[in-house]
């Protein structure tokens, strides 16, 4: 069932509920002369809001921060949080402003508008998002959930003629994110540190019975009371941020600011900043022109992932005294981030199942691909091509062509112990099926942003097509699944994105 208007809309607003201590409640601060770019259909039907309601002037209102979401309770949060593996204190939603949260036809949805001014988190910051940073946020939710990726959607991108400072003058704009929850690793952390126990507890209840209320529910062996609901819940947040992890590494994608106050409880990819999906497969590949160090390179995410759910861990000692029973769940995810990247890698091989000398087949082939900077979205999809027995387009990919022609002989050989799968016909079609054509590639991104500027949202809504079905092949739309042009390699992104 859909609505009309937005003061038709069901309102829950549970994290308001929270006592005041966990966020500030306050009213956006608006942009001057703001203008609608673009609305998401799609996550609109999510809330139960019609397409015609996007259009009107309330919706415009309400997420360019003029007027508040009918029945919502505006607030920023609180939280805290590690920053490139520093403790970085008290943090908070430095330009966010959660709007309410509302009760959609398949689950409940916060809406919070990323740029709407300072709150009293902002530190040095202006509270503003620029239009750059906004069109990419708001074309990643959509890649990443088209990819089947757990991630956080965008509503709505409002932008203005405001200025805003960067590296240069730029423009501002309000992007209108939505989740189940935006509570965060961080958001624990802020209590422990505090040494408020209580505090700590009161969001630990909110976290489980709000989502995950089947750890209430004890298993035989499992610690008693509160101490086993709250294992029980680091044990879903491992795995499924393990899961998260196997999805990123699939398919080449790169957060660039995975710190602790950045990383979603509920397993969602959360915070689109110098995000990046690889063009030339680099195992140390860094998307973050701010990260010198090579924290968060490619082939580092599931050790960071992890290091991250130590914090958790550790903020939750302060309500679970049993270190061996946190570490025991935390000791989980290795073979949990395991199972799901080589259920995925086998999938993209065209393999029925995992095998334990498949690691040396997938490893020889990221090393190829490493030395002789081959595409890896253009790497794996034109696998299938291969298997169909044209393998000259895999080959291209490559300065040393029988050295990649060697390997798929490999790979072949492999398919043919494992018969089972079907014919060869059958397994390219299984692999085009997991292997994306369509990627956001930054040189992608950067097109839609240069329309965007000239108040063009045709290019939105081009990537939104071709994202949405990323392993569909749609003819005409050859130059959206082509290596990028060589001025894409002059494209940085930093946390200033």
């Known amino acids: 069932m859909t609505v009309a208007t937005l003061s038709q809309l069901r309102l829950d607003n549970s994290f308001a509920a929270l006592p005041a201590a966990f966020y500030t409640r306050l009213a956006p601060q608006p942009l001057t002369a703001p203008r609608l770019l673009h609305a998401n259909e799609q996550a609109a039907a999510l809330i139960g809001l019609s397409s015609d309601a996007l259009q009107s002037d309330e919706f415009l209102r309400v997420f360019s921060g003029q007027q508040p979401l009918p029945g919502g309770q505006t607030l920023a949060a609180v939280y805290s949080g590690h920053q490139f593996g520093v403790w970085a204190g ?7 402003h959660l709007l309410g949260e509302v009760a959609g036809p398949r689950g409940n949805w916060e809406l919070q508008l990323k740029g709407a001014g300072m709150t ?12 750059r940073s906004s069109v990419r946020e708001y074309l990643a939710g959509e890649a990443m959930h088209g ?4 991630t956080t959607r965008a509503l709505a991108l409002v932008v203005s003629d405001d200025p805003v400072m960067r590296e240069t003058v730029e423009t501002a704009a309000i992007v209108t994110r939505m989740s189940p929850s935006f509570v965060r690793f961080g958001s624990f952390e802020h209590w422990s540190s505090r040494r408020q126990p209580d505090e700590l507890r009161i969001l630990a209840d909110y976290v489980i019975d709000k989502f995950y209320p089947e750890c209430r529910e004890p298993r ?3 610690a008693p009371g509160a101490d086993g609901a ?4 680091l044990a879903e ?3 499924r941020t393990a899961e998260l992890m196997a999805g990123w590494q699939a398919v080449g994608f790169c957060h660039g600011v995975m710190n602790t106050d950045n990383m979603s409880i509920l397993g969602l990819t959360l915070d689109y900043g110098p995000y990046g999906f690889m063009d030339t497969f680099r195992l140390d590949h860094i998307c973050n022109h701010s990260d010198s160090e090579g924290r968060y390179a490619w082939n580092r995410q599931p050790s960071v992932a992890l290091w991250n759910l130590y914090r958790l861990g550790g903020s939750l000692h302060a309500l679970v005294p049993d270190v061996e029973a946190l570490r025991g769940v935390l000791d989980s995810y290795e073979s949990v981030f395991t199972r799901a990247f080589h259920r995925r890698m086998a999938a993209k091989l065209g393999l029925r199942d995992w095998r334990a000398d498949d690691e040396a087949l997938l490893d020889d082939l990221l090393r190829l691909m490493h030395d002789q900077r081959a595409d890896f979205t253009l790497a794996f999809r034109r696998l299938a091509d291969a298997v169909r027995g044209r393998p000259q387009g895999f080959q291209d990919l490559f300065i040393d062509r029988d050295a990649a022609l060697a390997w798929f002989e490999r790979l072949a050989a492999r398919h043919a112990q494992d018969g089972a799968a079907g014919d060869a016909q059958a397994r390219a079609a299984g692999m085009d099926a997991v292997n994306p054509l369509y990627v956001l590639r930054n040189h992608l991104a950067e097109q839609a942003i240069r ?7 045709g290019e939105i809504d081009t990537l939104l097509a071709l994202l949405r079905n990323p392993c569909v092949e749609q003819p005409g739309r050859e130059a959206y699944a082509a290596l990028p042009p060589d001025w894409a390699g002059g494209i940085e992104v930093s946390c200033s994105s």
């Not at 009293?120 to 239009?131: E, Q, T």
């Not at 329309?451 to 949202?457: C, L, P, S, V, Y």
Request: aromatic fraction near 2%.
């Open 90 to 96: 008290q943090l908070g939603d430095g330009r966010a």
């Open 120 to 131: 009293p988190y902002s530190r040095m910051g202006d509270g503003r998002a620029v239009l």
């Open 147 to 150: 990819l089947g990726i757990p």
């Open 220 to 222: 035989p062996g499992d």
């Open 230 to 233: 709250l294992l029980r819940m």
């Open 237 to 239: 947040v491992t795995r």
């Open 451 to 457: 329309a965007a500027k000239a108040g063009d949202a």
